[in-house]
Each structure stands twice: as C-alpha cells, then as structure tokens.
C-alpha cells in the first residue's frame, strides 16, 4: 500500500519524457529569404512610462524595412505618460499610438489588431527586450512555414539570489515544456511577450478567448486555434528571434502572477492540456504529503526518493535540454535547491490569494486586472 503514491506519479514521468523526446528533434532556424510581409507589431500598455521608451528604441533599430511593419501602441487606461511618451517618441516614423476601446489586456490587443492593416500580427510587451533581427527572423519563418501561429522564445532577465535564480529555472523549465510540446504538434502553452499570429487566425477566434477572465488572451488563442485540425502551430527555435522581459521584482508579485495563470486554468477546454496540469498537480500533492508522511513514519523514505527521482529525472532532461540551448549552463547547480522547494512553491501559489486577503494585501483582480504576461 505504501507504494500506491509511487504509481500516482508514473504519468506525470511517462508525459514529461515524451514532451523531451519531441524537444530533442528542435532544429535551429537560420534566416534565409528577403522580407517581403507586412507586419503588424501590437503593444499593449498600462503604466509603462519606464518602459516604453527601451521598447521603442529595440524596434526602431531593428534590421527589417520600416515600409514594411507598423507599431500599434495601445494605451490601456494609463494614469502616468506612458500615452504622451508612445506619441511623442521620434525614432520610429512609422508608431500609432491608440486609447484601448475598453479594459484589459485582451480588449487592448483586440483594439490594437482593428487599428492595424498588417496579415501577420506579432504581440509582445513593453517591459521586452529584442535583438536586431528579431522581426526579420520571425517573418522569414512565416515566409517558408505559412504557420497559423508561430511560438517564439522567451527568456527572463537574470537575477541574483536564490529566489532570482529559482524564477530563470521555472521559467526555461517552462519553455521547454513549451517547444517540446510545440514541436510535438500538441502545444500546451505560448507566451503573449512573444507571440506571431495570422489576422485571420486571430479573426476566426477572436471570440473564444474568455473576456470573463483578464489574462489568458494568447493561450486562449492557442487553444482554439487547436480545435480546428488544419491549424498550423509552429515553434520557431531561433536566438535571433528571442525576447527577454524582467523578472517579477517580489516574491509576492510573482506568487501574485502565478495564481493568474493557475485562475485561468480553470477554462481551458484543451484536454492535452488539462490532463498535463492534472497529472502535475497530482505529483506535486502526492510530493508533498508522502513528505509530511515520512516525519510520521520513516518507512515511507525510500517511497519519498523513488518519488523524487521519477519527478526529477524528467524535469532534469527538461531542463538541461533548455538550458543549453538559451546558453544558460551554468544554472544547473540550483537545480537540487529549487527541486526541493517547488512542491512549496506550487501550493503557496494555489493558496496565496486566500492567504493575501487574510492578511490585507493586495490580491489579483482577475476580471479586470491588467495582465501584463
């Protein structure tokens, strides 16, 4: 009987080493042909004053023709300048700069897109960062692939300390998982910082993204987009292609984040994906009271380890895969640390919204909040 937790976990092993099986076939992208699409690249914005100007700055010294993409800044019902600074800014000729026609984030990409005229569409957010050839890369991908939507990598900036190093493991592990599961034909994620669509894609699915719920509008349009088979899903794997936005300053905005995207969850209709958080959460719950069990009685270690290799094994692969890739090696030696923690971790995520409230802090609005990832 003791064993029983050790069985509970077996899917979440046996589905994470399919996910890197699938990340092991990812092939660099190298740019080959000459721009010849019309980009739409939407922004959209609340209280980014500090922001916006390194944003545009990024754009305006990007390596593809200026007569060829367009910048459509959305205000989301800013209270500081980030609408005077977007309009006033002179290194791009070719910025409009819009109010949102209603609250949110997916209300201010929806206003976005009806300002624009470009048939490929790329989001991203003002706290991002990107290289010279970033849009060159990702239409050059488009230009031989076709795709409906085109995955792009994301990376956090570093920070110091354990808690800045536990959120780049978190995060690449996520990444992975993204592009294996991409490139797999089964996505399960994507990352509105860095997100290339279809105005038609976006058209035809507009209207499933869950208004009800703040944040969720690019993996909403994810889902949706998997609903119709003949939806072309891509992951581009490219450094050229890479943006990176900051790290969450706080543990408590990034448990506050988190539980956005856990709320969210709640609506997803994609059942690949819904069964992968099932399985996850059942190891990481099976993770934690085998744990608390072991202080009770001390014949459940060797259950605890067998657990804690089967979780970790996967994960590992994941990750090592990962962090080769974005040139991020040397992070492995937080790998132990932050395997010993993330059961916490996820549960503190799970409960910190009842905990905040107890406590008078301030807790995510999720119908009207703006979310910024």
Known sequence: MQWIPVILILPYFFFIIK????????????????PVTFISLVVACHNEQDNIPLLLKCIGEQDYPEKLFEIIIVDDNSTDRTYEIATGYTGCGNIIV?????????????????????????????????????????????????????????????????????QEMEFLSLQGITAGSA????????????????????????????????????????????????????????????????????????????????????AYSDRFTVLLGMVTFITIAVQFFVLAEVFINQLFIPV????????????????????????????????????????????????YPVFSRKAGLSVPHFRKEFDPH
């Open 19 to 34: 996910i890197y099986r699938s990340l092991t076939r990812v092939k660099p992208f190298n740019t080959s042909a000459d």
């Open 98 to 166: 819009v109010h949102n026609n209603g609250k949110g984030k997916k209300e201010a990409i929806r206003t976005g897109i009806s300002s624009s005229s470009g048939s490929l569409i790329i989001t991203t957010d003002a706290d991002c960062r990107m290289g010279k050839r970033w849009l060159g890369t990702i239409e050059s991908f488009y230009q031989k692939h076709k795709p409906d939507m085109i995955i792009c990598p994301v990376q956090i900036e570093s920070s110091p300390g354990f808690f800045g190093k536990f």
């Open 304 to 351: 605890l380890l067998t657990i804690f290799a089967l979780k970790s094994i996967p994960d590992l692969l994941i990750l090592t895969n990962t962090l080769r890739r974005y040139g991020r090696n040397k992070l492995i030696i937080w790998f132990l640390p932050s395997q010993l923690i993330y059961p916490f971790y996820v549960l503190s995520t799970l409960f």
């Open 183 to 266: 490139i797999s034909g089964n996505g399960v994620m994507c990352n509105g910082a860095n997100l290339s669509f279809t105005r038609k894609a976006y058209s035809d699915n507009v209207d499933n993204l869950h208004d009800e719920i703040a944040s969720g509008d690019d993996i909403f349009l994810l889902h949706s987009l998997k609903r119709d088979n003949k939806s072309k899903i891509l992951w581009l794997e490219s450094a050229e292609a890479m943006v990176t936005t900051a790290a969450s300053p706080t543990i408590s905005a990034f448990l506050k984040q988190r539980s956005r995207w856990i709320y969210k969850a709640k």
